[in-house]
């Protein structure tokens, strides 16, 4: 599913979040999933959203269960 919204500036993803606290950068988590960066880049801006597969492997590589970005992606949803 894809979508667009404005988000406060100051409100990082989830996903932003985790991946700077590990210090990954966005290409390397990228080419870790089998994604492009514009692609991780329009998750962390949140103006798409992970399809399943790519969902889990995000959950895996950081270690969360999935739950944990998808409340992100449904509380972002119920503000449009």
């Known amino acids: 599913m894809k979508y667009t919204t404005t988000s406060p500036p100051n409100k990082q993803s ?3 979040t ?3 606290s590990r210090g990954i950068s966005q290409s390397a988590l990228a080419a870790t999933i089998g994604v492009s960066i514009r692609t991780v880049k329009y998750w ?3 103006q798409r959203t992970p399809n399943a597969a790519s969902l889990l492997a995000l959950a895996h590589y950081f270690d ?3 739950e944990y ?3 992100s992606i449904v509380t972002n949803l119920m503000q449009k």
């Open 64 to 66: 969360i269960p999935p």
């Open 18 to 20: 985790l991946r700077l």
């Open 44 to 46: 962390e801006h949140r």
């Open 14 to 16: 989830r996903l932003r």
């Open 69 to 71: 970005l998808l409340d």
